[in-house]
């Protein structure tokens, strides 16, 4: 027990600083959390206090949100992997991932860390750098989406929303807002969730899929959907495997842009 507790200590703090959390690369003076506000250190976010409530009509105002659920299929190695994402409880990064989703951003990306041993962890892809099938896959996990209207990586703010509140912590994990709670989505197996660099809002279009439960993480990122059909393709995920497409099949009417 001890040597799998130092594991996930080290595999923890290998997320932190290369990827289960890539996506800022070299522009990391231009992350979104630079330009935000950070969430209260002190906030209760079952009371929905008036500062988180203020980040989130910001994000709402100025990012694709997705308000209730959609389903988006993603094909790999000629299997289909269905994901139910949870607009409800994290409008936001829902929202940009059925956005990219859409936009056929995920189309022919790579997934380019895959952690199995010495016990199951994660499954990670999304990098667009990875469209290019010359660009090498041992330097994917620092790209992020560019906006083709701004010409600017698109950033979204890590978003958890803790169990029974009314609404999301942003710009934050649970612990440095005060939050007590658990989140409401955890990471389970099965749970997609958003990539990010150290800053909290770095997010961009890398997500990654959890091979087994992961408790050590809830809280610190942000879960946004489950696998409901295909955890066995999941499993069988390759580092090199490409997504040979993802699609929105359900839900696309909830989606939101600004």
């Not at 994402?85 to 790579?110: E, I, K, M, Q």
């Not at 990471?187 to 958003?194: L, S, Y």
Request: aromatic share 6%; hydrophobic share 35%; with cysteine.
């Amino acid at each position: 027990m001890k040597s799998i507790n130092c594991w996930r200590w080290l595999v923890s703090l290998g997320l932190t600083v290369t990827l289960v959390l890539g996506g800022c690369g070299s522009s990391g003076s231009n992350l979104a959390t630079d330009q935000t506000p950070g969430a209260d250190p002190q906030v209760d976010a079952a009371a929905a206090p008036s500062q988180v409530v203020s980040n989130q009509n910001e994000f709402m105002n100025n990012l694709p949100t997705l308000n209730g659920k959609a389903t988006v299929v993603m094909q790999v190695n000629g299997a289909p992997i269905t994901i139910e994402v949870n607009g409800t409880s994290a409008p936001v990064t829902a929202g940009n991932f059925v956005d990219l989703v859409n936009r056929g951003v995920y189309d022919g990306l790579v997934f380019h860390r895959v952690i199995r041993e010495p016990e199951p962890f994660v499954v990670q892809g999304g990098d667009p750098q990875g469209k290019d099938p010359n660009f090498p896959v041992a330097r994917l996990g620092t790209g992020g989406f560019t906006d083709p209207k701004t010409n600017q990586e698109r950033y979204i703010p890590l978003e958890i929303k803790p169990e029974q509140a009314n609404a999301p912590v942003y710009s934050s994990t649970l612990d440095q807002a005060g939050v007590k709670q658990k989140p409401e989505l955890k990471h389970t197996r099965g749970a997609i969730a958003m990539a990010r660099s150290q800053m909290p809002d770095s997010g961009s279009a890398q997500f990654y899929f959890t091979l087994a439960d992961q408790p050590f993480l809830d809280g610190d990122y942000a879960v946004f959907g489950y696998v409901t059909d295909g955890m066995a393709v999941v499993d069988k995920i390759q580092q090199g495997d490409r997504i040979e497409s993802a699609k929105v099949t359900a839900g696309l009417e909830n989606l939101k842009t600004p």
